[in-house]
């Protein structure tokens, strides 16, 4: 299999970092591969395209004979621009709107596959399920709730699936991952147990907050065929639950001193299921249906060593759901044209819960894109997808804690371009 050149992509995906803002609602990932991308991911636990679709369905290894390889990339380009509406950081200056607090990530992915005997496959594969980045202004209206919010997630999950019969396979996988997050803001802008001369210092401090955890989940699904033209798959993936641990910095000691932190979170699990129909030698239909169970991110507090209270991340998420439908058509026999739909439902359930370091709504998928076979063994898959996210309203209120009111809207989108080589042994 030229293990070589395998490893040598490993090391550099490996060096790419797995990040991203991201695409799906809340923070999760969907791209964990771009041969999907242009079809919004509709189908993704039942079109056995190449080896990334462990990641979607370890059952559908049993479609893929012999030894496979696939390897992709893709650019994620979110745009949040907010427009102040009545926001008050009194006694503090009120700030402005935060420029763009998205920019240009990207998320690589790796697969590969092997087929041990006549029944029996294993894959492993690299991505990263859930990301998130947002960056305002230093001197923006939200500064005192956020300025800056990172999440990266690694995980790495080994495959076994095994053909029942003709017509049903089964498969398993474990999940490790790694999650790091850093999130800043400046100190709430006034304290009763302060003077009032002492604001203009408080202002001016910045807290950070950096912190990593690890997690083991593991992942299932099953494929059934019940006609030759016809394929449905049905999977899911765990719950991972992590005890992040790390730093908590200050640019003033005597406002707020450094301490080591805690935070527990729970990141939620997923159901999918998908169809792919042939409708003839060239057109294939795909859908998709998932639910994902996001009210496992209720509240995440922040505490210090000592036990005190730094800070409550009131998230207060609502279980969704997604809905993708796309196709491909077979225009010759090295080419593909895909395309696909999608609406994604928001866990955030309103302007008073959302977060400005996730300002969240429910988004909309127009995605295309084409697969270009240069031989019998080598695909090359391009996407790109469009989201569009309709304005956006927050309304922030936590003047009790000291950190303002921030009242407003986003406009947002996000684009995708993606490409995905695979290669079969």
């Known amino acids: 299999m030229e293990m070589k ?21 809340g923070f999760q990932l969907l791209e964990q591969n771009a041969s999907g991308l242009g079809n919004a991911y509709a189908g993704s636990a039942a079109s056995a395209e190449n080896a990334s679709v462990q990641f979607y369905n370890p059952a559908a290894l049993t479609e893929l004979p012999g030894g496979n390889v696939s390897a992709g990339l893709t650019l994620i380009r979110p745009s949040f621009r907010f427009r102040d509406t009545g926001s008050s950081n009194a006694p503090a200056a009120a700030g402005g709107n935060g420029g763009d607090a998205g920019g240009i990530e990207k998320l690589p992915n790796f697969y590969a596959s092997w087929q041990l005997a006549d029944r029996w496959f294993a894959g492993l594969g690299m991505g990263a399920p859930f990301g998130l980045k947002t960056d305002y202004e230093p001197d923006w209206a939200g500064r005192f709730q956020t300025q800056l919010f990172e999440i990266k997630t690694y995980n790495v999950n080994p495959s076994l699936a095994f053909k029942a019969t003709e017509k049903l396979s089964v498969g398993v ?22 003077p009032s001369s002492a604001w203009p210092a408080v202002q001016n401090t910045q807290v950070t907050l950096d912190a990593t955890g690890e997690a083991w989940g593991w992942n299932a699904g099953v494929l059934f065929k019940p006609a030759p033209a016809t394929t449905v798959g049905f999977s899911y993936r765990s719950k991972m639950f992590y005890n992040l641990g790390g730093t908590l910095k200050s640019t003033n000691q005597l406002v707020s001193p450094d301490a080591h932190a805690t935070a527990d979170l729970t990141l939620p699990d997923t159901y999918i299921l998908s169809v792919a ?60 044209w895909k395309y696909g739909v999608a609406y994604d439902q928001s866990p955030v359930r309103g302007a008073e819960e959302r977060l400005l370091s996730l300002p969240d709504n429910n988004r909309y998928w127009l995605t295309t894109g084409v697969q270009w076979a240069a031989d019998k063994t080598t695909t090359l898959d391009l996407g790109m997808s469009y989201i569009y996210i309709p304005d956006t309203k927050v309304h922030a209120e936590h003047t009790s804690a000291g950190q303002g009111r921030v009242v407003g809207n986003y406009d947002g989108s996000i684009i995708l371009l993606g490409a995905q080589l695979s290669k079969r042994f």
Not at 5 to 17: D, E, F, Q
Not at 180 to 185: S, T, W
Not at 301 to 327: C, K, M, S, Y
Request: net charge positive.
């Open 173 to 194: 996988g474990l999940n490790y991952q790694r999650l790091e997050a850093l999130y800043q803001r400046q100190a709430a802008t006034m304290s009763p147990l302060l």
């Open 277 to 336: 129909q042939k409708l003839d030698e060239r057109w294939e239909m795909l859908g998709d249906i998932s639910r994902t169970n996001w009210s496992s991110v209720n509240e995440v507090p922040i505490l210090r060593a000592n036990g005190t209270l730094a800070q409550t991340l009131e998230t207060r998420f609502r279980d969704t759901w997604r809905v993708a439908l796309g196709g491909t058509y077979k225009v010759n026999d090295q080419w593909k």
């Open 5 to 25: 050149k395998i490893a040598r992509l490993v090391g550099l995906l490996g060096c790419a970092g797995f990040a991203g803002h991201a695409a799906a609602s």
